[in-house]
Every structure is written in structure tokens, then in C-alpha cells.
């Protein structure tokens, strides 16, 4: 009888059982989330959250522990920098198990592990208040008749323009006329001169 041993052998010697463990708690610091058995997840749980624990003092002591069982620096590193500033606040409970079923094949019972501030799924956010049928509801026509509305006032602007290049035209073509008109009456006046200027025979 196993009286007063916690936790659970893992079907492995103790030197093994540390590594398996060491490397659980390494990948789900990396990755924030795993997917193992239920029994590896929840020994992996007791591991990780005295890690947590202990990395909340900021202290050089606490970091070398950390290292002196993760035996990975990155992983140290995204312990103290980055998981301990955004769930440090929290008093316990750093993660989450989520039971996924049996695996295929030896119908191990399978968990996804996570870190609870990390999952952008989980976090609750507060959802906007619909609004009731009486008070909003949207006309079906209304998008169409602004489009329709657009699609005029482009083409009255494109008509507007067309109608400013016909003017200007006729503009051009009056002031022409005009000059035209000037030109010959100055050569009528030269001319009714000369006459008057010319000697009777």
C-alpha cells in the first residue's frame, strides 16, 4: 500500500520521472500550452505553479532554482520577463486542464495544459449589449439608396463636367467670332477711308 506517497510514478524511475517533468514544465513555459496525458499534465501542474510561485519574488536565488531545474535559459528567461509580470498579480491557479478524451491506440486518457492569462480564447471579455428590435432596426433599402445616391451624384458630376467643356468651347468659339468681327469692320473703316482720302476725278 502506497500510504502517504503523493504523486504519481509515471511508470518511471526517479532520475526519469525529473526529466520528463523538467521537460513538460520547459515546454509549457516556451509555448504556453501543451497537449499530454492527464496524469503527465497534472504532475507537470505541481511543478510549474511552485516555479511560478517561487519566481514572483524576482530574486537572483529564485532564478538559479528555476535554472537548477529547467536547465534552459531561454525558458528562465520567459518565466521572470514575461509569464511572472502577467499572471503574477494572481494568488494560485496559474494553470488550466482541459480533458480532450482517450487517445487512439492505447486509450490513454489525453489533456491540454495551459497557462490561464495566455489563452485568448478563454479570457472573458465584456460583450457588447444588443440592442433591442423596437428601438433599432435597420432599414433593408437604405444601403441601396446610398449607393444609388452615389451613383447619381457621380453621374451629375461627370454631366456638370461634360456640360463645362461644352461651354468653354462655346466660349472659345464666341471669342473668335468677336475678334473675327473686330478684324473686319476696322478693314470696312480702312477701306471707307481710303475712299474718302482718294482725290475726285
Do not use: C, W
Not at 537572483?60 to 514575461?82: G, I, N, P, Q, S
Not at 462655346?170 to 473703316?189: F, I, W
Amino acid at each position: 500500500m502506497r500510504h502517504q506517497n503523493k504523486g504519481r510514478k509515471l511508470s518511471r524511475t526517479a532520475s526519469h520521472r525529473h526529466a520528463t517533468l523538467s521537460a513538460l514544465s520547459t515546454a509549457l513555459l516556451r509555448h504556453k500550452q501543451i497537449t499530454t496525458t492527464e496524469a503527465k499534465a497534472k504532475e507537470t501542474r505541481r511543478v510549474v505553479e511552485k516555479l511560478i510561485t517561487s519566481a514572483k519574488r524576482q530574486s537572483t536565488h529564485a532564478r538559479r532554482l528555476a535554472f537548477a531545474y529547467l536547465r534552459d535559459k531561454a525558458a528562465v528567461t520567459m518565466l521572470f520577463d514575461e509569464v511572472v509580470p502577467k499572471i503574477g498579480d494572481r494568488p494560485g491557479g496559474y494553470t488550466r486542464i482541459v480533458k480532450l478524451g482517450t487517445r487512439m491506440g492505447d486509450a490513454a486518457e489525453m489533456a491540454v495544459i495551459e497557462l490561464v492569462d495566455f489563452n485568448e480564447s478563454q479570457v472573458t471579455k465584456a460583450r457588447p449589449r444588443r440592442a433591442s428590435r423596437a428601438t433599432a432596426v435597420p432599414s433593408v433599402s437604405t444601403p441601396m439608396l446610398a449607393d444609388d445616391n452615389e451613383a447619381e451624384g457621380v453621374d451629375e458630376a461627370e454631366v456638370l463636367e461634360a456640360t463645362d467643356d461644352v461651354t468653354d468651347e462655346s466660349t472659345e468659339d464666341e471669342a473668335t467670332d468677336d475678334v473675327s468681327s473686330d478684324v473686319t469692320d476696322e478693314s470696312k473703316a480702312s477701306e471707307g477711308d481710303e475712299d474718302e482720302a482718294a482725290p475726285a476725278v
